[in-house]
């Protein structure tokens, strides 16, 4: 049973440059949320989407959007990135109540230059 | 605001020691908590998952305990083993909906041979 994929693994982007990140849960999860994790730090939340609507959002900017397609796969895009975007971009599933717990990805490390 | 803490914020012990790690929070009103392993540059891998209503959670060496009227967890690693080396990462969930954990910067443990 696949767990949850993330591609792709590693990024190099310029600065002011867009990005897209993607996303497949695991198998039987309808709930995808995603995480920024800078270097030496607890992963940040960023946003949640189920049934392909954003559910859910931390305090990130306007740059960072999201969608969720039928499949429950999803994409995170960031637009204009900035030097400080670069981190480790995390994305976890679940069922809708988390009762059972959440699945992780690998990560996309994105480096901005 | 929730917030986590983890102390240490480091860790260093020589192999077969017991060793516990703590994970603080500021509202004690959460749905539950869990404790996750990443390795250097890796994804989460999740360890135990305490429901709110829970004291305990045991998987093998492991021993989690939730203490929610003080804001407290701990993880309890016996006997520990080289192959334990990595961070570990407390979050919690406020919610009975949607994936936003507040994580802990965590606390990197070496157990050295």
């Known amino acids: 049973d696949a767990g949850v994929t993330q591609s792709p693994t590693h990024l190099i982007k310029t600065r002011g440059q867009q990005v897209t990140l993607r996303c497949s849960p695991k198998?039987?999860?309808?709930?995808v949320s995603w995480y920024q994790q800078a270097l030496g730090q607890g992963p940040q939340f960023i946003f949640q989407y189920y049934e392909e609507e954003e559910r859910q959002r931390g305090n990130f900017p306007d740059r960072f959007s999201g969608h969720q397609f039928p499949n429950y796969s999803s994409e995170l895009n960031v637009n204009a990135l900035l030097l400080g975007d670069s981190a480790l971009y995390l994305c976890?599933?679940?069922?809708?109540?988390?009762?059972?717990?959440?699945?992780f990805g690998s990560g996309t490390r994105l480096t901005v230059v | 605001k929730q917030e986590v803490t983890q102390i240490p914020a480091a860790l260093s012990v020589p192999e077969g020691e017991n060793l516990v790690l703590n994970c603080s929070f500021t509202?004690?009103?959460?749905?539950?908590l869990q404790w996750f392993r990443q390795d250097p540059g890796k994804g989460l891998t999740s360890l135990l998952l305490?429901?709110?209503?829970?004291r305990e959670q045991t998987s093998g060496r492991l021993n989690a305990s939730l203490d929610k009227s003080s804001g407290r967890s701990t993880l309890y690693i016996a006997a520990s083993q080289p192959g334990d080396s990595a961070t570990y990462l407390c979050?919690?969930?406020?919610?009975?909906?949607?994936?936003?954990?507040?994580f802990g910067p965590g606390t990197r443990l070496s157990v050295l041979p």
């Open positions: 976890a599933s679940s069922s809708w109540s988390g009762f059972y717990g959440y699945t």
């Open positions: 979050a919690v969930k406020e919610h009975n909906y949607g994936q936003n954990f507040v």
């Open positions: 305490i429901q709110s209503s829970q």
């Open positions: 509202d004690s009103a959460i749905y539950n």
């Open positions: 198998s039987g999860h309808d709930t």
